[in-house]
């Protein structure tokens, strides 16, 4: 079992950054890719970015590219997202993923194991 764990949201102003980290503890972490994703109120969850653990491959949904950046450290099983230039529509629960399968990685069902949500509030 793999337990996910995030951090870093919070309440910040259009135009800042925050950088959200997701922790992973249980069995062997090594996954083949993580993921974030974000659910506004009303609103389906949506793919933010994802990141294979051994290629360091990424990919971006086209409203954050170019200003979120996903990153891992294998070392302490975490992966980041960084946020700059944030925008009231980025307001969401932000979540992440792993999953050990190579499949769609925009596709939240892809994922099998998911953390609890952090809360990131951007203010206009």
């Known amino acids: 079992q793999v337990h996910l764990v995030e951090s870093g949201g919070g309440l910040v102003q259009a135009g800042g950054s925050l950088r959200l980290s997701c922790a992973a503890s249980?069995?062997?972490?090594?996954?083949?890719?993580m993921g974030w994703f974000r659910q506004a109120p009303g609103k389906e969850r949506e793919f933010v970015a994802a990141?294979?653990?051994?290629?360091?491959?990424?990919n971006y949904a086209d409203s954050v590219t170019g200003r979120f950046t996903i990153s891992r450290d294998n070392a302490k099983n975490t992966v980041y997202l960084q946020m700059n230039s944030l925008k009231p529509e980025d307001t969401a629960v932000y979540y992440c993923a792993a999953t050990y399968y190579s499949r769609t990685f925009s596709n939240p069902l892809s994922y099998e194991y998911w953390g609890q949500g952090t809360q990131a509030t951007v203010s206009s």
């Open positions: 990141i294979t653990w051994s290629l360091d491959n990424t």
């Open positions: 249980g069995r062997t972490f090594r996954p083949y890719r």
